[in-house]
């Protein structure tokens, strides 16, 4: 790894919530962009947070982390060759472990699913409305 290995906790885009706690529920590509469909775990000093119903445990809302202009994904032990695309099509669910910036525009998130390297522009969440 490289000097400027940067944790999920210090960007931005992830201020107020805890990846660990997320859980990817699907992959897909949309134009260039990388889409991760999530549960994610709010905390509360998150502006959208609520305080948890009686019966759950934490304010999760459904989400997207969005990896605008991506240009490559890579599934650990799979080696390059798939369009970004192909490469969603084998993407699994589960539980986030970690994510973090490896290198300018180069990002790798691990969890249930495997280690999968990311390269895009800045990513950003996405919370759904929950009425619809």
Request: aromatic letters at 10%; charged letters at 25%.
């Amino acid at each position: 790894m490289t000097g400027d290995t940067t944790s999920w906790q210090k960007l931005r885009e992830f201020k107020g919530v805890d990846l660990t706690e997320s859980f990817v529920l699907s992959w897909t590509v949309n134009t260039d962009s990388l889409l991760i469909d999530v549960d994610l775990y709010l905390c509360s000093d998150h502006p959208f947070y609520e305080r948890p119903r009686p019966s759950e445990q934490a304010c999760f809302r459904p989400a997207h982390i969005e990896f605008p202009h991506c240009s490559s994904i890579v599934i650990a032990g799979s080696g390059p060759g798939h369009t970004i695309a192909e490469s969603a099509k084998f993407l699994r669910s589960g539980r986030i472990s970690n994510l973090r910036r490896t290198g300018e525009g180069q990002y790798e998130i691990m969890g249930d699913f495997g280690v999968i390297a990311i390269l895009a522009d800045r990513p950003m969440i996405r919370l759904k409305d929950p009425t619809i």
